[in-house]
């Protein structure tokens, strides 16, 4: 059984930084891709950030600069590291994989960024 579990979401203010934090089980962590996707009210959920089973790194151009993302293979866990946050970064916060042909996702977590 996939599992992923979001923490690490909050209220900050424009600048300000914060972490995600995505917990992985039932499924070969070491050798599989993530992303953390978000979804702002209104709009389509979009790719943020992505890293490969290698630690390959590709970012959507609105976060580039600011976001990192990262892996720990012994704790199963992808990171996003957010920094000089803006309010129109404010979603919800999404870990994903893709495993033998589906998608499974996380519950979220909520980013707001008051200006």
């Known amino acids: 059984q996939v599992q992923l579990v979001e923490s690490g979401g909050g209220l900050v203010q424009a600048g300000g930084s914060l972490r995600l934090s995505c917990a992985a089980s039932?499924?070969?962590?070491?050798?599989?891709?993530l992303g953390w996707y978000r979804q702002a009210p209104g709009k389509e959920r979009e790719l943020v950030a992505y890293?490969?089973?290698?630690?390959?790194?590709n970012y959507a151009d609105s976060v580039k600069g600011r976001f990192t993302i990262s892996r720990d293979n012994a704790k199963r866990t992808v990171y996003l590291k957010m920094d000089n946050l803006k309010p129109e970064d404010t979603a919800v916060y999404y870990c994903?994989?893709?495993?033998?042909?589906?998608?499974?996702w996380g519950q979220g977590t909520q980013v707001t960024v008051s200006s």
């Open positions: 890293i490969s089973g290698v630690s390959s790194t």
């Open positions: 039932g499924f070969l962590f070491s050798i599989n891709g």
């Open positions: 994903n994989t893709r495993w033998r042909a589906y998608d499974y």
